[in-house]
Structure formats: C-alpha cells, structure tokens
C-alpha cells in the first residue's frame, strides 16, 4: 500500500474546503476589541479582533469597507459579520468580516484616552510648549531598539541628508514589561549629553498593544520634561500614541523623523550658494547706492567749497571784466566822432591861443627893451655899479668908494673923493 502525502497547498485547501462547508462559519456574528488595524492602497482593511483570552486574524475586502459609516481603529470594541476561512497561501485562519458596528470602547483605548485627557488638561500638549527644531543639531540622540529596522533607516536618511551630523544611539526595549521606564530614562539622559540638541524616540509599527510602551505617562512626562526638543516616530503614520502629543514634533515614520531631524545638506549648500548670490546683489546695488549718493554729496560739497566759489567768483569777474571792457571800447568808439571834433576845435583854440600869447609877448619885449638898461645906455646914460651890486637912488650919498660907470661900449672904474 503506497503512502499517502499531501501537498502544503493541498492541505490548506482542504482544511478551507472544509471550513467553508460549515453553515456555521458562514454567517457569524464575534464581538472583540481591534488592534493593529491597518488600511491599505487597495482599499482592504486588515486588522486583529482579541479579546482577553485570543484573538483572531481578520480582513475586510474594499466593496464591504467602503459601506462602512465607522472608521476602525486600536483599541475599537466591535461587533463584526462575516465567516471564517482559511487563506491558502499562507495559511492563516481568520475572519472575513462583511460589516461592523461598533460595541462600547475597548479597555486599552478607555485607558489612552483617559491619560490623553489628563495630560491635556496639565498643558502637557499645548502648542506654546512645542519647540522648534535646530536648523542643524550638532548631535542627535536616538532612543530605540538596537536591532529594529527604525535605527537603520534613521541612519540611512541621515547619512544620505548629511553624514556630518552624528548620531548617538541609546538603545532600549520598546516593548514588553519595564520597557516605558527604560525608554523614560534613556531620554532624560539623552537630554544630559553634551551637543545632543535633538532626541528622537520611536519604534516600528505593530498592534496598541506593540505600541503601548510609547502610551505610558511616565514616557510622556520624560518628553515633555526634556530640555531639547524630542521627535516622535513611534509606529505608522495612522498610529498615535501618546508620546505623539507630548512631542515637540510628531514624525509619521522614523525615515520621516531623520528628514525633519538632519537637514539636506544638497539644499542647504543651495541655499547658500543663493544667499551668497543674493547677498551678492544686495551688496553690488548697496555700493552703486553709496556711490551714486557720494557723487551727488562730492557735487554738493563742490557748490559749497571755498575753491569753488573763487572759482565762480573769478570766472564772474571776468565776465564783468569783458562787459566793461566792450561797455569802454563801444562807449570811445561812440564818443570818437566828438572827441575828434573837440581836438580839432582844442587845435585851433591852442593855435588862438598860441597865437595871442605870442603877440602880447612881442608887446611886453618891446616894452621891456624899451625901458631895459642896455637901452638906456644907448641913449647916452650910464649905470654905475658898486662892491654891493647896482647903485640906484638920486642922492650921493648912495655912492660907494669904488665904483664902475658902465657905458654903452665899455666900463670905466672911479673913485669917489670928497670934496
């Protein structure tokens, strides 16, 4: 008798077969709480319904999900329709849900939300505590798991973005028993080291119950006491914790995290190669400014300056100089017919003049010559002389012991003797 062995495949199928066969399984109500929901591109829904003792695989295909009134998400108590089957290619039992309808608040959630509330109402979230982040830390602390793939892909961005900037690793549990308080502690003491200007915390996605370390207030309480902004990137971009709120940033991804974390340093030399180039600019008009502004001041102090007014003064005189000069030469050139008429008639006054001049000093050399010595002594008198000079007088007393009779041809000395 031959063995009888069954295919991986064929197993799946029958065990399938045999579920689907069951009118029992086909149409089902089950109530329990969601976790680890997740919508994908296509439009399914695939999440896990637990309750306090298991839980269950289940997905809800497009054309049932868009009917739904209700978006799901962790922590959700439900009641959910559908039937149970098996997916052969990997399989996985679970619930193939047609409808859902919500059922009261998981206990999870009833503890998320009661904690949200009351650190809202401490101001643990308002906006006016969220600090913003440096445009390029110095150091980044990371507070993760050692082995999970968010520490890689932090390393990845940030190596890509700008591998100058160092990362320091503070490697913890993200999940599981004391994982809360070794996270809380990993980043009071992230906040400690030196250059460390930003704090990133976070993990990989997963079910609340994944995730619930990152809920825990004494994690939320280290966050918000920290004295360098913190970036959280806990989970997928659908999943909140409350790390989320008390954050100072909120990244949708741990890539997301490293991206908002470490600038591109490609646009951050482009930035400054275009604030070099502005600034450029900005210089290049500020310096035609300043020099158009000197021109007009250096034309100002021109107008004012003693150099210049002399100057100005001097090419004023000489202007005044010309107009006096032409005013001269056109007031003679005007005056020559006049002038030449009064030195012609000056010329006949002078040879009137002249003229008369000359006749009476002809009459008054006659008249001289008429009464002058020389002439008298052609009339037969004499002129007697003396040591003193001329002897005049009628008396003879006047005469001189020594005397000379001048005649009119010749002299003749006496000498007077009394009788």
Not at 51 to 61: G, K, L, N, S, T
Not at 79 to 92: A, D, H, R
Not at 260 to 269: C, G, N, Q, T, Y
Request: proline share 4%.
């Amino acid at each position: 008798m031959s063995e009888w062995i069954l295919q991986v495949s064929d197993l799946n199928e029958y065990v399938r077969r045999m579920l689907s066969a069951d009118p029992m399984l086909r149409s089902i109500r089950i109530r329990g709480e969601i976790s680890n929901f997740k919508a994908h591109s296509s439009g399914h829904w695939y999440f896990t319904l637990k309750d306090d003792q298991a839980r269950i695989a289940c997905v809800m295909f497009r054309q049932s999900a868009i009917r739904m009134s209700v978006r799901p998400r962790d922590g959700m108590a439900v009641i959910l329709s559908g039937s149970v089957s098996l997916y052969p290619q990997t399989g996985t039992y679970q619930f193939y849900a047609d409808a859902m309808r919500p059922d009261g608040v998981g206990d999870l959630y009833q503890q998320f939300e009661a904690l949200k509330n009351k650190l809202a109402a401490e101001g643990l979230f308002d906006a006016s505590r969220k600090r913003p982040l440096p445009r390029r830390p110095k150091r980044i602390a990371v507070v993760t798991s050692r082995t999970g793939a968010v520490l890689q892909d932090i390393r990845k961005v940030s190596a890509q973005r700008d591998p100058g900037v160092p990362l320091v690793l503070l490697p913890v549990q993200v999940q599981g028993a004391g994982a809360a308080e070794e996270i809380a502690a990993a980043i009071r003491r992230a906040g400690t080291l030196g250059g460390v200007e930003v704090i990133i915390t976070g993990r990989g996605g997963g079910s609340m119950e994944d995730l619930w370390a990152f809920n825990e207030e004494v994690v939320a309480r280290a966050i918000a006491e920290s004295p360098v902004p913190v970036i959280s990137a806990v989970g997928h971009e659908t999943d909140f914790t409350i790390a989320d709120f008390a954050a100072d940033v909120r990244a949708s991804t741990p890539s997301n995290a490293a991206e908002l974390a470490v600038p591109d340093r490609s646009e951050m030399l482009e930035g400054l190669r275009m604030l070099k180039k502005h600034l450029g600019q900005a210089a290049a008009r500020n310096v035609d400014e300043k020099r158009r502004l000197l021109m007009m001041l250096e034309m100002r102090l021109e107008g004012v300056s003693p150099e210049r007014k002399m100057a100005d003064m001097q090419r004023r005189l000489e202007m005044c100089r010309l107009r006096l000069n032409q005013a001269a030469e056109g007031r003679i050139t005007a005056l020559q017919p006049a002038t030449a008429m009064l030195r012609v008639q000056l010329d006949l006054r002078m040879d009137d003049r002249l003229r008369s001049c000359r006749e009476r000093t002809a009459r008054l050399k006659t008249r001289l010559e008429a009464i002058s010595p020389m002439q008298v002594l052609e009339r037969g008198y004499a002129m007697v002389t003396g040591p003193e000079g001329l002897i005049t007088g009628r008396d003879a007393a006047m005469a001189s012991k020594s005397m000379t009779l001048h005649f009119r041809d010749g002299a003749v000395k006496v000498r007077h003797e009394e009788e």
